[in-house]
């Protein structure tokens, strides 16, 4: 739930138009005469990435996944749910049609539309990228219409703050991973083993995921207490140990979710988690 910084593709009609620029605060000289360069003119299309925000933009993204309804740009000092991690050129020709909600499944905008958020864009962006359990996600952001009709064929990555929807950033996303808010950025389990949500690890949770899934085999009995959940739980000793990077502390299990029995029956689903041997809730992180 990757930048790779500002992308500069210029085309042609751009690197002419500078060089155009350039020669018109020149001069040139015809058998002793000096005479003024010409104009240049820049006309519609000379620059893709028309208006593209920089890197670092901030927004206020109220829903993910609509890409055709660009988000207001805001002050990063302001409440703000996103932040430009990513831009690239599309490649679209000057004749292309503004895309449609049908167009963005049917590969129209090509593969920079598909390839400029990565799965690893906001461990990237957020500044440590052996995090994966991250409060954060990404969503693809495209011109307005008047930007497009004035030659924009940009699509940006913006990352937001939020598990499954755009939520206020606590501040700055870019780099928080290495500063005092770090933990906003982790998720963690409120509810209990049977039944959870996904919160920011400063808020109260029973649990911390340690980024696996114990082994069940097909037909395994319900667990009905952190007994005979213990024995399923030993899988998940090696992802707890990397997950924090050593041994795990004391006053801490390791533990399992297991959905309800008739789910359990289903299919048994075991997330690998950290619990306080005491069944306290908790905030803060468990990593180091």
């Given at each position: ?89 599309t490649g679209l020709p000057l004749d292309a049609a503004y ?190």
């Amino acid at each position: 739930m990757g930048h790779d910084g500002p992308v500069t593709r210029l085309r042609t009609g751009t690197l002419l138009a500078g060089l155009v620029l350039v020669l018109a605060g020149c001069t040139s000289t015809v058998e002793g005469t000096a005479s003024p360069g010409a104009a240049a003119v820049v006309t519609p299309g000379d620059d893709p990435l028309f208006e593209a925000p920089a890197i670092g933009t901030c927004h206020d993204l109220e829903v993910a996944y609509l890409p055709l309804e660009p988000p207001a740009v805001v002050d990063c000092d302001e409440d703000h749910t996103s932040e430009t991690a990513v831009v690239v050129d599309t490649g679209l020709p000057l004749d292309a049609a503004y895309p449609t909600v049908d167009d963005l499944d049917d590969d129209y905008l090509g593969a920079a539309y598909d390839d400029v958020c990565r799965y690893d864009t906001p461990q990237e962006y957020l500044g440590d990228e052996s995090l994966y359990q991250l409060y954060a996600s990404y969503a693809q952001v495209l011109p307005t219409q008047e930007q497009w009709a004035a030659g924009a064929r940009w699509v940006a990555c913006d990352v937001y703050y939020g598990y499954s929807s755009p939520e206020v950033a606590p501040g700055r996303m870019a780099g928080a991973l290495a500063g005092p808010d770090r933990d906003a950025y982790l998720y963690c389990l409120s509810g209990d083993v049977v039944s959870q949500e996904t919160v920011p690890c400063t808020e109260p949770h029973f649990a911390e995921p340690s980024g696996g899934t114990a082994d069940v085999a097909e037909g395994s009995p319900y667990p009905t207490d952190q007994a005979a959940r213990a024995v399923y739980a030993q899988s998940c000793q090696s992802s707890a140990v990397q997950y924090l990077g050593g041994p795990v502390p004391a006053g801490v299990l390791v533990d399992i979710t297991t959905d309800d029995q008739e789910g359990w029956e289903g299919y048994p689903y075991a997330e690998c988690i950290l619990v306080p041997a005491d069944g306290s809730e908790t905030t803060g992180s468990l990593l180091p």
